[in-house]
């Protein structure tokens, strides 16, 4: 499992303002426009209010699933 593992990661701490606003510019242009017309979406293998939080845990400490585990808190 090791050799098929892939790691990625991005920082833009040491970036100028300029390539900042240009990924910022190029997101904008890109990936906004497919979130907004449903086309990209991040997976989601379950949504927890904040309540719910041990059976949250719970589910996540399971193997098997795919996607984030999202926890709701409500003002």
Do not use: C, Q
């Amino acid at each position: 499992m090791v050799k098929r593992t892939v790691l990625t990661g991005s920082t833009l701490r040491s970036r100028s303002r300029a390539e900042k606003a240009a990924v910022i510019a190029r997101v904008n242009e890109t990936l906004v426009p497919l979130w907004s017309e449903g086309r990209l979406h991040v997976p989601s293998a379950g949504r927890f209010n904040f309540e719910d939080i041990n059976r949250a845990y719970n589910f996540f400490a399971k193997p098997g699933k795919f996607g984030k585990v999202i926890v709701s808190i409500r003002e």
